[in-house]
């Protein structure tokens, strides 16, 4: 809590200041879930601390076509807000339509402030961006100084946020383009030491259960410095009262944790060997009848196979891939299936074993027909779209694109394609 209110300390003076526009918060990885958290702590009536209204976007970033695409997602959260109001009688707002020819972003900014006037907002109309896909970073950061720029003058009330990563921010040269228009804030909320003080506050550090807690605490701490002797001194420790206890589903996060350091320290032999211990430890945890460990299982391998590809060890990533499908089919999570095959695809594909390759697209493709079809944008279908699109540019499979397309259109929809891998100016 006390962090959550250094959050909201630091919008509100960025908020006070007239000029401002755009928040670049400079976030770590581990502070992330903070600022999802102070939004939430916002959007709620009993907890906010301020009277601004925050809305998180997510579409992805495609250059000369985000600004419509913004329109779109904020129009729907609009409706959504809407439904939420005490006061029946206030009229739902609808956007302005767009003068012909308005260059992005200016029909968005215009929609924002129709809204913001259309329900007399107390306070400001915070927009979180938060992009799924990012195709273009120089054009992205080209569009955030216009954003800056244009809302500057009339748009009072309007701002908007976005995280950056405080060890290599990617918009530096956004803040020092435009002095007091976007500001960069250092959120340092030192979450390392949060999670110790959370972790002594819970107690019962004689037991097992609190030791492991504890343990694991000061792991993920020494691996986010980065300390790797101390993270494997800690994860010794949390592995060794897991074995005491037979606790083979908490041995599994130790382990992944430690595969991260090791590989992150490019010490990839160690990082298998830790892999190979967190499957071993899935097994075990099956044998004992832990249902959550069949789950586990299969996470491990997929993040084995991670590190296969980056070794460029491609036939044994598309071999450990391909032996885990019927693992994940096991299992009620049908897109861990899709993913499975989809990667199994690309590995043979850049082995160029395009056979194999081919097979594995189509029986994604295939299971994928019977899976709800309201799961599927979630899944990575749409990628294992592109990969059989690839694969049909080969001579062995000319010919068979239109019968694909027409399955992923059925499966997906007519705008099937990862919109954030299309050059700007081409449909969906």
């Not at 993913?339 to 081919?358: G, I, T, V």
């Not at 749409?382 to 239109?402: D, H, I, Q, T, V």
Request: charge should be neutral; include cysteine.
């Amino acid at each position: 809590m006390r962090r959550l209110e250094t959050l909201s300390d630091q919008w509100q003076e960025f908020a006070e200041q007239p000029d401002a526009r755009v928040l670049c918060w400079l976030v770590t990885p581990d502070e992330y879930a903070m600022v999802d958290a102070f939004l939430a702590m916002e959007s709620e009536a009993e907890t906010a601390a301020s009277r601004d209204l925050f809305v998180r976007l997510t579409c992805p970033f495609v250059a000369g076509r985000y600004g419509e695409a913004l329109l779109r997602e904020f129009v729907e959260k609009a409706a959504a807000l809407h439904q939420g109001l005490e006061d029946p009688m206030t009229p739902a707002w609808q956007a302005p339509a767009a003068a012909p020819g308005a260059p992005d972003p200016l029909p968005f900014l215009r929609a924002c402030e129709s809204f913001i006037a259309h329900y007399e907002l107390p306070g400001l109309l915070a927009l979180l961006l938060s992009p799924s896909e990012i195709a273009d970073r120089a054009a992205f950061a080209q569009w955030l100084a216009l954003i800056a720029r244009t809302a500057l003058p009339r748009m009072a009330k309007l701002r908007f946020i976005l995280c950056d990563d405080a060890r290599t921010p990617e918009l530096a040269a956004v803040v020092q383009g435009q002095p007091g228009r976007v500001l960069a804030v250092r959120a340092d909320l030192d979450m390392p030491a949060a999670r110790l003080e959370v972790s002594e506050a819970a107690g019962y550090l004689d037991t097992p259960g609190g030791k492991y807690r504890h343990a694991f605490v000061q792991l993920t701490n020494a691996l986010g410095k980065p300390d790797l002797a101390a993270a494997e001194t800690h994860g010794t420790a949390a592995l060794a009262i897991t074995t005491a206890e037979k606790w083979w589903a908490l041995a599994i996060p130790v382990h992944m944790a430690l595969a991260g350091g090791l590989t992150a320290a490019k010490r990839n032999e160690d990082a298998n060997r830790s892999y190979l211990q967190a499957e071993s430890a899935a097994v075990e945890g099956q044998k004992a009848g832990d249902p959550l460990c069949a789950k586990l299982r299969v996470q491990v391998r997929l993040g084995r196979g991670s590190l296969l590809i980056q070794a460029g060890a491609w036939r044994l990533a598309a071999t450990l891939y391909s032996e885990s499908v019927p693992l994940a089919k096991a299992l009620p999570d049908p897109a861990m299936v899709i993913d499975c095959h989809r990667l199994a695809s690309l590995c043979h594909e850049q082995d160029k074993q395009y056979q194999p390759a081919w097979q594995q697209g189509v029986d994604g493709l295939g299971f994928a027909r019977g899976v709800d079809k309201a799961a599927l944008p979630q899944s990575t279908l749409a990628y294992l779209g592109e990969s059989l699109a690839r694969l049909c540019k080969r001579g062995e499979f000319k010919g068979l694109w239109p019968r694909i397309e027409r399955e992923l259109v059925s499966l997906l929809g007519p705008k099937w394609r990862p919109t954030a891998h299309l050059p700007a100016g081409r449909s969906a």
